[in-house]
């Protein structure tokens, strides 16, 4: 038996990174997805993929969860039972730059406050009533070491995800009289595009991230996540920090000099 046999998890930021991989551990668990990200063409490729490998439903929706009106025509577009998902990750996150706030493009910082903290607060808003109604569920946060800590030229993209995990802690508190339990994922290094979208496109710099130490990589938060909403459900992991072994903190990293 498949350890998410007929459950349905809606996925964020689902096109890359820990969204893709976390949906294919979960279509691999029998899980049937609806996935939202702003790249459609990536979409159809994974809902095309993961129906023939894994024999699960998948919903694609092209959505900017920045923007609610598009957040809120693709859920009312659902059918029912997938407004009620067993599983809700919120993965979809950015970071722009690393200037320091007084000289940050004020386009760059509001796009990582509207997806970063707007688009969680949009799609838990839509999705978890429904949760609610059915009796049950996992939400998944997925936050950043950079939640708990401030690094130079992080300004931004920190207070974005410091309100994440306060909004974890806070649904916490005000679903405790649920069944419905809600988890953050915190990590450090992971080799995602997200230095890439970070440097705006440079892959040298992009690249000098993870120089010289194995980072994290996507299926590793993935493996966490799953282990975390498969739990018994009692068991509520409220939150998880993981990191490279090889990094104490934002800025402690030891690289080795000829990698």
Same mark, same amino acid.
């Given at each position: /038996? ?13 096109? $890359? ?44 929706? $092209? ?34 730059? /690393? ?9 760059? /910082? ?66 405790? !009289? ?27 710099? $992009? ?6 130490? @194995? ?7 993935? !493996?966490?996540?799953?282990? @975390? ?20 903190? @934002? @800025? ?8």
């Amino acid at each position: /038996m498949k350890m998410l046999e007929g459950r349905i998890a809606v996925i964020s930021g689902a096109s $890359a990174g820990i969204g893709k991989a976390t949906a294919e551990y979960f279509a691999k668990e029998g899980c049937n997805l609806v996935l939202i990200a702003r790249r459609l063409e990536r979409l159809k490729e994974l809902k095309k993929d993961f129906e023939a490998k894994y024999d699960v439903s998948v919903v694609i929706g $092209a959505v900017d969860v920045s923007d609610f009106d598009q957040c809120k025509i693709f859920f009312n577009s659902l059918d029912e039972k997938f407004k009620a998902p067993d599983i809700l990750v919120n993965n979809a996150g950015l970071a722009f730059g /690393m200037e320091k706030l007084i000289e940050k493009p004020v386009e760059d /910082m509001d796009k990582m406050i509207d997806v970063n903290v707007k688009g969680v607060i949009y799609i838990t808003k839509l999705f978890v009533p429904y949760m609610v109604e059915k009796g049950g569920g996992s939400i998944v946060n997925v936050g950043s070491i950079a939640g708990r800590e401030v690094y130079p030229g992080g300004n931004v993209y920190c207070a974005t995800k410091h309100a994440v995990r306060a909004l974890s802690n806070a649904l916490r508190i005000e679903l405790v !009289d649920s069944p419905i339990r809600v988890i953050e994922i915190a990590p450090g290094l992971v080799e995602t595009e997200f230095s890439i979208v970070r440097f705006k496109g440079d892959k040298e710099k $992009a690249d000098n991230v993870y120089k010289g130490l @194995t980072p994290l990589y996507p299926d590793d938060i993935a !493996d966490l996540i799953l282990y @975390t909403v498969t739990r018994p459900p009692h068991v509520q992991i409220n939150e998880v920090v993981i990191m490279p072994v090889n990094q104490a903190t @934002t @800025t402690v990293i030891h690289r080795k000099q000829n990698e």
